[in-house]
């Protein structure tokens, strides 16, 4: 399992000192009033190195109760899971104690407020600070590593991850992740020795298992993947009843709907917590974007919006709208699509998010905005659109909203049949996404580069890791090879 961008910084040794000491420290040190609460949040802490969020959760909690001012246990707490509600709760809550703690805490406070912010220039300052104060701190190393990844910059993320190992060559976290870089590089045998070297470390929890079928699925081994997958469940049904997902994956890409619906409909019965019966009702849309069945996915959209609705929870609402944009885009009906993304900026005006959160999410709505304009060849209404956006994400520094920008850049020059400025925009873009690989190919097809064009529709008809982009191009690729 991968949660790098929830778990931003689950980092440090926790020892109650005296500020004056702090600076003195090797490795990042929490301030708690209380014993109880801080061993109650070491324990926290030991799950959620492990991917064990449900059980950490709990620990969070229990810390919070035995110490209501316990600035770090509020922003593990919100790092853990619940949905955004609970994770704008408790990060504002540990923002608010900023002034009671250690500098390091304070530095990790700030890092998942800007990552909350979408400031991505602050965030790396911030990383940079960390990483200056405690270089021999193997949390602080790791998350460099989580950093990195999370911007696709997978050799910087494996340097930083080795360095942690090598402060503590028993420290599993960092093997995880290794793997998970070494499998975005293709580099499947180094990402299967990270996985089994992980697996060793914990033999007795699911997050290994859980981490090395989903490389398994990647590698097109479906029946291994799925034997993993349930010795994850196996082995923690509480944490792992996502890798009921997982299982269900692996009928996406047997092509067996049915069954991959079943397992998440399972994982949906097992949960008790709204946000992530959402990921099993996503993936429900999904797997009938995978079948063909548009009005299927639709109604499964909106399935899900109405469980986000009774939860309250308003950006899982408004991204279902995106979602259904999405699939009307794709599937030869921008006009749908265009006021599906119209209405998203029309509720994130009238939502009650904090400004800061609505401003994140209006930056993002600009790019549905321009993608549904492009796509129905309504080029005179883009250029304004894009300079506006160009402008906003320039100012922000964030590296997801800045290759977002880059594949609106290529997607509109492929339109106006400007094949060069579009290989150069698509490969500044993330080419981790299907969708952009789907379009860098068409590139290439129209430039009659039939070669480099099948080479990229061959890596979207292999990538077998679930979600909506790819299930929106790769039955669209795998016809390309039919040619």
């Known amino acids: 399992m991968k949660t790098f961008k929830i778990s931003l910084f689950l980092l440090v040794v926790y020892t109650i000192v005296p500020i004056n000491l ?20 070491l324990d926290g802490r030991a799950k959620s190195d492990d991917n064990e969020f449900v059980a950490a959760a709990s620990l969070f909690d229990k810390a919070i109760q035995a110490d209501p001012n316990f600035a770090m246990a509020y922003l593990y707490r919100a790092q853990s899971g619940g949905g955004y509600n609970i994770f704008r709760q408790n990060l504002d809550k540990a923002i608010s104690l900023i002034g009671n703690v250690s500098e390091g805490e304070k530095l990790e406070i700030q890092y998942t407020q800007a990552y909350a912010e979408g400031n991505g220039q602050k965030q790396k300052e911030l990383l940079d600070k960390l990483l200056m104060l405690f270089p021999s701190d193997k949390r602080v190393q790791f998350g460099a590593g989580a950093y990195y990844y999370n911007i696709n910059d997978f050799s910087n993320a494996l340097k930083y991850l080795s360095k942690a190992t090598e402060l503590d060559k028993n420290y599993s976290s960092p093997y ?44 097109g081994k479906y029946d291994e993947s799925i034997i993993q997958y349930k010795k994850a469940f196996e082995k923690d049904p509480v944490n792992f009843a996502s890798s009921l997902n997982g299982i269900g994956d692996n009928y996406i890409f047997k092509g067996d709907y049915e069954t991959a619906r079943k397992y998440y409909q399972e994982n949906y019965d097992k949960l008790p917590g709204t946000a992530g019966k959402l990921t099993s009702l996503f993936l429900k849309a999904i797997s009938y974007v995978h079948e063909g069945k548009v009005n299927d996915a639709i109604k499964a959209l909106d399935e899900y919006r109405s469980v986000a609705e009774k939860g309250n929870l308003v950006p899982p609402t408004i991204w279902s709208y995106v979602n259904q944009g999405f699939v009307y885009t794709e599937s030869g009906n921008p006009v ?49 659109e894009l300079e506006k956006y160009k402008l906003k994400v320039e100012g922000r520094k964030n590296p997801d909203e800045e290759m977002n920008l880059n594949s609106m850049f290529g997607f509109l020059e492929l339109k106006k049949a400007n094949y060069d400025k579009a290989l150069e925009y698509f490969s500044k873009a993330n080419t981790m996404d299907p969708w952009t690989l789907y379009y860098t190919a068409e590139v290439y097809n129209k430039k009659g580069d039939r070669q480099n064009a099948i080479k990229l529709f061959e890596k979207i008809a292999k990538w077998n890791v679930n979600g909506m982009s790819l299930a929106l191009v790769q039955k669209r690729a795998k016809e390309e090879l039919k040619k």
Do not use: H
């Open 22 to 41: 702090l600076a003195q420290s090797k490795e990042v040190p929490v301030t708690s009033s209380s014993k109880e609460a801080l061993s109650l949040f």
């Open 176 to 219: 995880n992740m290794i793997g998970y870089c070494q499998s975005a590089l293709d580099n499947y045998q180094e990402a299967e020795k990270a996985f089994q070297t992980y697996i060793k470390l914990l033999p007795d929890r699911g997050n290994p298992y859980d981490s090395y079928g989903e490389l398994l699925l990647k590698m």
């Open 336 to 384: 749908e699509g265009i006021k599906l993304f119209n209405n998203v900026i029309d509720l994130i005006g009238k939502s009650k998010l904090p400004e800061i959160d609505k401003d994140n999410m209006i930056t993002t709505s600009m790019m549905w905005n321009i993608y549904g304009l492009i796509s129905n060849n309504e080029l005179d209404k883009v250029i304004p």
